[in-house]
């Protein structure tokens, strides 16, 4: 059953024709029209009265849920709530773009006759990559003073072709290619070299071997290729349309971030402590506004728990106070201009609203479903060789904010002093530092890409300094435990998660049908099977 789907208004409105009624509410022809042709498109489905059937059942399900059941604990989730907040303001900022940016993007007759050659010559090419604009520099200025792009593809390139080929692409024609890259590609002639190319990747410095134009270009060729290339030259200047819209609003220049403010708030977004001094730590500034830590936290605690999931280490940290910042500028602006109000966006709203109420709702019924005892013992029978108990580890650490100090209390460490004293009195993470670095046995997955490092260090060693989330750590590893077989009871928790998993849309199903018994459902089948639909124009299906 197709869950991510748009809930219907009441039959008081009284739609002309009717495919479905559930107790005083019902889906009108032209909602469940849309909803089938989207259906057809996205899932490329054809035609067929199985799937209409299912469409018009799984919309009356949806008002089912809605309307016929105990919805209060659901709308009063504070996550919920907060994945409604967040799809709004995404709503409003699509809508924002589009007006501003991608609205006003345009390609021009020369453009379009340009792109037009350029699509019906091939261009061979070598290049140099290189992440930042320096390491471009550096390699620009190399080849300069005479390297060759073979010395260099060695020492820059990892892939073992490009390695041994001196960074050389073979042909490729318009459109192959990043747009920057081949922008600066085809102005090149045969030898010539670029200056280094921002692309979507990185840097590139490009090197032209040769060009193979068409031999012969009609007007009818162009007139009858115009439109696509016309659509791909707009595709193609989103990206930078859209940088250039953010700079003119955010300048990345007033924004600083504090290490050690940062450094605390990845160690402490999951603890309470902003009535401690550290609280008020400063983790960034823009321009003259100042932010603490508690300030970025309360931030935090709007944003969904999917979103926050991503925030592990100081690079993502700033990425997500970088974009709050960025999130905040833009929904003033499109406030301000009203596109909060448009129609469009109050429809999405209302599609993403309703998205959501069900996501919700399936994962409400599938947490208070219980699975019969009978049925969990023989799931694990049948699964028992994929119950093994996890490798654990009991590890100590001493987390500091750079490995100067993490080397600095090694030092020490190796001179006889007390692990847990200097882990009490310098690691960022309270919880473990409270308790003399003891981190207690863990699963070793928990320990993320240090886990093979710890599994295999000595025990009773310090080991490290290793980086971990941006932080510099000291671990001693004090117990390990190999994997085993487990029992029914110890698994118990997991054979109900994996159960539920495997037959989720059957527990639905059972749901649905206890609330049968709360009101009618009727469908009009004779619409259903009648009504016909014209072949597709443009992907979107219209009926005669």
């Avoid at 696509?228 to 955010?250: D, T, V, Y």
Wanted: charged fraction near 35%; glycine fraction near 6%.
């Amino acid at each position: 059953m197709a869950m991510a789907v748009l809930l219907l208004a009441s039959c008081r409105q009284q739609p002309v024709q009717t495919v479905a009624t559930v107790g005083d509410y019902t889906v009108d022809f032209d909602s469940y029209l849309k909803r089938y042709r989207e259906y057809l498109f996205t899932s490329a489905m054809k035609d067929n009265l199985v799937t209409r059937r299912q469409v018009a059942q799984n919309m009356a399900h949806e008002l089912l849920l809605k309307y016929y059941d105990d919805n209060s604990a659901l709308e009063n989730d504070p996550e919920y709530k907060k994945e409604l907040e967040w799809a709004k303001n995404q709503m409003i900022l699509g809508y924002l773009k589009d007006q501003e940016v991608y609205a006003r993007i345009t390609a021009d007759e020369r453009e379009v006759r340009r792109a037009f050659a350029r699509s019906k010559e091939k261009i061979a090419a070598r290049h140099l990559y290189a992440p930042t604009r320096e390491e471009a520099e550096r390699l620009y200025t190399a080849l300069k003073q005479g390297a060759s792009f073979e010395e260099l593809a060695r020492k820059t390139f990892t892939d073992s072709i490009l390695k041994s080929n001196g960074g050389y692409l073979g042909y490729f024609s318009w459109g192959d290619m990043d747009p920057a890259f081949e922008d600066s590609a085809y102005s090149l002639r045969p030898g010539e070299i670029s200056r280094p190319v921002k692309t979507a990747q990185g840097y590139s410095i490009i090197k032209v071997e040769d060009r193979k134009p068409a031999p012969l270009l009609t007007e009818t060729q162009y007139l009858n290729a115009r439109r696509g290339i016309e659509r791909i030259l707009r595709i193609n200047k989103k990206r930078p349309a859209e940088q250039a819209f953010l700079k003119q609003r955010f300048d990345e220049e007033k924004l600083n971030f504090y290490d050690e403010g940062l450094s605390r708030l990845v160690g402490r977004l999951s603890a309470r402590d902003e009535e401690r001094r550290e609280a008020y730590d400063t983790v960034a500034a823009y321009g003259e506004r100042v932010f603490t830590l508690a300030d970025i936290r309360k931030e935090l605690e709007r944003v969904p728990q999917s979103v926050q999931a991503a925030i592990v280490d100081i690079p993502s940290l700033k990425a997500a106070i970088k974009g709050l910042l960025i999130q905040k500028a833009l929904l003033d602006e499109a406030r301000e201009k009203g596109y909060d109000e448009a129609p469009l966006v109050r429809e999405k709203v209302e599609t993403a609203r309703n998205n959501l109420f069900l996501k919700f709702k399936f994962n409400q019924v599938l947490r208070a479903f219980t699975v019969p005892d009978s049925a969990l013992k023989a799931y694990y029978l049948d699964h028992k060789d994929e119950f093994k108990s996890p490798r654990k580890l009991e590890v100590s650490e001493i987390l500091v904010d750079s490995e100067d100090k993490a080397l600095e209390l090694k030092a020490r460490l190796m001179a006889g002093e007390d692990f847990g004293k200097l882990a009490r009195e310098h690691s960022l993470r309270r919880w473990s530092a409270e308790r003399g670095g003891r981190m207690g046995l863990s699963d070793w997955g928990r320990f993320g890409l240090l886990r093979g490092k710890l599994w295999k260090a000595p025990l009773n060693k310090v080991v490290g300094p290793w980086q971990a989330r941006g932080l510099f750590g000291l671990f001693k590893v004090t117990r390990r435990i190999k994997p085993g077989p487990q029992s029914y009871k110890a698994v118990k928790e997991e054979l109900i998660q994996r159960y539920k998993k495997e037959y989720e849309w059957k527990i639905m199903f059972i749901y649905l049908n206890n609330l049968y018994k709360k009101t009618k459902i009727s469908y009009n089948n004779d619409l259903i099977k009648s009504f016909v639909l014209d072949e597709t124009i443009d992907g979107i299906s219209k009926e005669h």
